[in-house]
């Protein structure tokens, strides 16, 4: 393995969030990150998105201060979404940069298409198809023709209450419980004109969420995410606590089968666990988060890139 291939390449938007609160969420995530990366003889390199220029020569190319990152091989994990519909279009440029060239795209641990990794509609359509308990979720249209969706709504959904959250975002971003149809209009006229797509959902009350790591289908660590005291969401930005868990059994089978039928390497699998059983939340690819207190994760993760290096 050449010196350049051992350098993980994260590349964040810094955007979608307050002045500073990028840094501040990295530094957060440096220690653990880092601390894993460096036990495995990697270093890590933060890259806001608008600092790079993907082009195509003789081959794909990415500028960075004059730099191209693709003349050797690299390992990249590059943020898949944004709530700027342009930061979000330059971002899949850059994906699909790094996708095409020989360098490593860590975050595209799966087959089959891309949007499998992040649109939770397709997520919950894909997961039904295999048969896993999924919430039921209406994509709401675009713009003025966002209320069109209610009559279905009071249909499939009920009174609520709802969960009502973007199609592809992370980090607990904008995801709203809405406990009123007569709140939810209002609710959808908001996001009518929000620019990006947005999902319905019935809130299922659960104690807590599991998420599930998965590496080459084997299941590495799983830990267990209950919501904040008052609070609904249990995204650790969102005030979420976390413990490490010793037994997975009942969403073992399920995880297994996700792993399968996406053909993935490397994903872990969030559960609601609610009182009819686990219902699956999301899943995502590549790394989100490392748990500080578990650093099976990490290990598993590095060792991994290594294998795809070799
Ligand atoms: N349908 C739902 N019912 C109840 N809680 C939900 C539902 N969907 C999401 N949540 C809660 O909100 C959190 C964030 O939602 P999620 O879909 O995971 O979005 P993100 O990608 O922002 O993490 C989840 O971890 C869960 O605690
Ligand atoms: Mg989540």
């Given at each position: 393995?050449?010196?350049?291939?051992?350098?993980?390449?994260?590349?964040?938007?810094?955007?979608?969030?307050?002045?500073?609160?990028?840094?501040?969420?990295?530094?957060?995530?440096?220690?653990?990150?880092?601390?894993?990366?460096?036990?495995?003889?990697?270093?890590?390199?933060?890259?806001?998105?608008?600092?790079?220029?993907?082009?195509?020569?003789?081959?794909?190319?990415?500028?960075?201060?004059?730099?191209?990152?693709?003349?050797?091989?690299?390992?990249?994990?590059?943020?898949?979404?944004?709530?700027?519909?342009?930061?979000?279009?330059?971002?899949?440029?850059?994906?699909?940069?790094?996708?095409?060239?020989?360098?490593?795209?860590?975050?595209?641990?799966?087959?089959?298409?891309?949007?499998?990794?992040?649109?939770?509609?397709?997520?919950a359509?894909?997961?039904?198809?295999?048969?896993?308990?999924a919430p039921v979720s209406l994509?709401v249209?675009?713009?003025?023709?966002?209320r069109?969706v209610l009559p279905l709504v009071e249909e499939r959904l009920g009174q609520g209450p709802y969960i009502l959250?973007?199609?592809?975002?992370?980090?607990?971003?904008?995801?709203q419980k809405i406990d009123t149809f007569r709140q939810l209009s209002s609710a959808i006229?908001?996001?009518?004109?929000?620019?990006?797509?947005?999902l319905l959902q019935p809130y299922l009350p659960h104690?807590?969420?599991?998420?599930?790591?998965?590496?080459?289908?084997?299941?590495?660590?799983?830990?267990?995410?209950?919501?904040?005291?008052?609070?609904y969401?249990?995204?650790?930005?969102?005030?979420?606590?976390?413990?490490?868990?010793?037994?997975?059994?009942?969403?073992?089978?399920?995880?297994?089968?996700?792993?399968?039928?996406?053909?993935?390497?490397?994903?872990?699998?969030?559960?609601l666990?609610t009182d009819s059983?686990?219902v699956?939340?999301?899943?995502?690819?590549?790394?989100?988060?490392?748990?500080?207190?578990?650093?099976?994760?990490?290990?598993?993760?590095?060792?991994?890139?290594?294998?795809?290096?070799?």
């Open positions: 393995m050449s010196n350049a291939a051992k350098t993980v390449n994260l590349i964040y938007r810094p955007d979608d969030f307050l002045p500073g609160l990028a840094d501040t969420m990295l530094k957060r995530k440096i220690p653990s990150l880092a601390g894993a990366a460096e036990r495995a003889g990697f270093a890590l390199r933060f890259l806001p998105v608008h600092e790079l220029i993907p082009a195509s020569a003789d081959r794909p190319t990415l500028w960075h201060q004059g730099e191209d990152l693709l003349s050797t091989r690299q390992c990249f994990q590059v943020d898949d979404f944004s709530w700027d519909p342009q930061a979000s279009h330059f971002l899949k440029a850059v994906y699909r940069t790094i996708q095409e060239s020989d360098s490593l795209l860590l975050n595209r641990s799966m087959d089959g298409p891309e949007y499998l990794a992040t649109d939770k509609l397709a997520i359509q894909h997961a039904a198809k295999f048969g896993i308990p994509a249209p675009y713009g003025r023709h966002a069109a959250k973007p199609r592809e975002m992370g980090m607990g971003f904008a995801v006229d908001m996001v009518a004109q929000a620019g990006i797509g947005y104690s807590a969420d599991v998420r599930v790591y998965l590496m080459e289908g084997e299941i590495i660590a799983a830990l267990h995410r209950s919501a904040g005291k008052g609070a969401m249990t995204n650790i930005c969102q005030g979420g606590i976390s413990r490490v868990l010793t037994g997975w059994g009942e969403v073992d089978e399920l995880c297994r089968t996700i792993a399968g039928s996406l053909r993935a390497s490397c994903l872990s699998v969030d559960w666990l059983g686990p699956l939340g999301e899943w995502s690819t590549g790394f989100g988060s490392f748990p500080d207190h578990e650093p099976k994760v990490g290990e598993a993760f590095f060792s991994w890139v290594r294998s795809k290096l070799a």
